[in-house]
């Protein structure tokens, strides 16, 4: 994400992303972890993480799909797409 930035330099004038985005991502995985396994439990073993919540669009309505889940880097992201996916025929 930070190489990405490079190249819009305009923007980063306006908005100094590449000194908030560690801070960011750290605090994201604090509350993801409170989220995840509740509050004033263990947080996941990794530094940074991002926040996604993952929902399903039908009939002009939306609504959540699955259950809070923690996927380190090293686990495979299946699982999460396994919850996305439309019931089978």
């Known amino acids: 994400m930070i190489e ?3 190249f819009h ?3 980063i004038a306006r ?3 590449h000194l908030r ?5 750290a605090d994201s995985v604090r509350r993801g972890g ?4 509740g509050a004033g439990m263990q947080p996941p073993s990794f530094a940074f993480g991002a926040l996604y919540r993952l929902e399903r669009s039908a009939g002009g309505r939306q609504t959540a799909v699955g ?3 923690a996927i380190a880097a090293e686990d ?3 699982p999460l797409f396994d ?3 439309p019931p089978g025929p």
């Not at 409170?34 to 396994?37: C, D, I, K, L, S």
């Open 4 to 6: 990405a930035l490079t």
């Open 34 to 37: 409170e989220a995840v396994f």
């Open 21 to 25: 985005l560690m801070s960011w991502l």
């Open 9 to 11: 330099r305009g923007e």
């Open 83 to 85: 919850q996305g996916m």
């Open 76 to 78: 495979g992201l299946q």
């Open 15 to 17: 908005n100094p992303y």
């Open 67 to 69: 259950r809070p889940m």
